[in-house]
T-cell receptor, first 114, second 111 residues
Framework: GAVVSQHPSWVICKSGTSVKIECRSLDFQATTMFWYRQFPKQSLMLMATSNEGSKATYEQGVEKDKFLINHASLTLSTLTVTSAHPEDSSFYIC??????????FGPGTRLTVT | GENVEQHPSTLSVQEGDSAVIKCTYSDSASNYFPWYKQELGKRPQLIIDIRSNVGEKKDQRIAVTLNKTAKHFSLHITETQPEDSAVYFCAATYQGGKLIFGQGTELSVKP
């Protein structure tokens, strides 16, 4: 089946620093990838749609200058959380679209900002 | 707006009983409705999905029904087992293929 990986699986950083999270589709090419954020005991909230070779589309309320998304190849999208603050601590999950409507999720990255 | 409502938020059943989780969506153009099971700290796992041209789909103990007119879809789990305990999310596709998730249902199956 389609496999999506994320790196790192967990990260702790200090307030004010930036963190980059990678999302890779391992056995298929993905023109479109999605980034979600999930706070404890809450649902997955879509942050942005990442399109290979073009700018990401951000959901309402998500700061594009704070959450930088780059989709430079058909197998890799990155999310950079800039100037991270404790309230950015969350579980970040990506998904990659293998075919129409079929999204495969990465294992998630647990970010803790101290 | 882009919205998926899911009920109940928690559901406790005895082993062997059935569990039903219901969702409604807002956009009549939505045409794909997956259901995910998520265990603590892990990624969502697709358990069943249905497209808008089908009214019902079944896979062993799991079934999903869709009422396009009412914009409702439901997950049915029969003969529940303790290992079914998890958080379940419904979702619907919206413009651009993005998935909007329901709020989740924490299912607890008591042995």
């Amino acid at each position: 089946g389609a496999v999506v990986s994320q790196h790192p699986s967990w990260v702790i950083c200090k307030s004010g620093t930036s963190v980059k999270i990678e999302c890779r589709s391992l056995d298929f090419q993905a023109t479109t990838m999605f980034w979600y954020r999930q706070f404890p005991k809450q649902s997955l909230m879509l942050m942005a749609t990442s399109n290979e070779g073009s700018k990401a589309t951000y959901e309402q309320g998500v700061e594009k200058d704070k959450f930088l998304i780059n989709h430079a190849s058909l197998t890799l999208s990155t999310l950079t959380v800039t100037s991270a603050h404790p309230e950015d601590s969350s579980f970040y999950i990506c998904s990659a679209e293998a075919s129409k409507d079929e999204q495969y999720f990465g294992p998630g990255t647990r970010l803790t900002v101290t | 707006g882009e919205n998926v409502e899911q009920h109940p938020s928690t559901l406790s059943v005895q082993e062997g009983d059935s569990a039903v989780i219901k969702c409604t969506y807002s956009d009549s153009a939505s045409n794909y409705f997956p259901w995910y099971k998520q265990e603590l700290g892990k990624r969502p796992q697709l358990i069943i999905d249905i497209r808008s041209n089908v009214g019902e789909k079944k896979d062993q103990r799991i079934a999903v029904t869709l009422n396009k007119t009412a914009k409702h879809f439901s997950l049915h789990i029969t003969e529940t087992q303790p290992e079914d305990s998890a958080v379940y999310f419904c979702a619907a596709t919206y413009q651009g293929g993005k998935l909007i998730f329901g709020q989740g249902t924490e299912l607890s199956v008591k042995p």
